[in-house]
């Protein structure tokens, strides 16, 4: 299982970016697969999480209405389409793929995990 996530880089606040996590070794469709982000001093935390059996995507507060996940099955990639970007959205973005429910278990439910990619909010 192997993942690849890439897209990041630097962005004026409102503006927009598209992460891109390449997955190999696996079949998305059968996997949840999430996307986490690390600013320095601050924990892992989830953004969205996609259910791979049923496309169900869970988003965490702090991106509702301005994130959104999707997946391209036979590209086997799925994106993070961030838009309104905010500076505190400044992180290390990383994608996960855990178990078919791994989306219930937040960190504890993935189990494999890519390289991570810098996304810089600033004017």
């Known amino acids: 299982v192997q993942l690849q996530a890439s897209g990041g880089g630097l962005v004026q606040p409102g503006g927009s970016l598209r992460l891109s996590c390449a997955a190999s070794g696996f079949n998305p469709d059968f996997y949840a697969v999430a996307w986490f982000r690390q600013a320095p001093g601050k924990e892992r935390e989830r953004v969205s999480c996609?259910?791979?059996?049923?496309?169900?995507?869970y988003y965490a507060d702090s991106v509702k209405d301005r994130f959104t996940t999707s997946r391209d099955n036979a590209k086997r990639t799925i994106y993070l389409q961030m838009n309104s970007l905010k500076s505190e959205d400044t992180a290390v973005y990383y994608c996960?793929?855990?178990?078919?429910?791994?989306?219930?278990?937040?960190?504890?439910?993935?189990?494999?995990w890519g390289k991570g990619t810098q996304v810089t909010v600033s004017s």
């Open positions: 996609l259910k791979g059996s049923d496309g169900t995507t």
């Open positions: 996960a793929a855990g178990a078919g429910n791994g989306c219930r278990y937040g960190i504890h439910g993935m189990d494999h």
